[in-house]
């Protein structure tokens, strides 16, 4: 269960299976604002304030977020490489 104010993780998780390609523009637009309202929310609330759950919920997404990044960046250098 995720804190008060903050994105449900049922909420996250279907957002996550859902592929970009199949969403509109403006549900792509919204997930993006949603996501990043509650990852600000996220980084202002103290650990110390957070639920056990929210932790883990909250540390988990920064680690999926920091993967996300590195394969994109990964992929993209490797693109860029070979032009």
């Keep these: 269960m995720s804190d008060q104010g903050r994105e449900s ?29 509650d990852s600000a929310m996220g980084s202002m609330q103290p650990d110390s304030m957070k639920s056990d759950s929210q932790k883990a919920g909250d540390k988990g997404q920064s680690m999926f977020q920091q993967a996300k990044d590195t394969v994109s960046d990964t992929f993209s250098s490797d693109h860029h490489n070979k032009q």
């Design 9 to 37: 993780f049922t909420d996250k998780a279907s957002k996550a299976m859902q592929p970009d390609s199949s969403k509109s523009d403006t549900q792509r637009t919204k997930d993006k604002a949603s996501g990043g309202m």
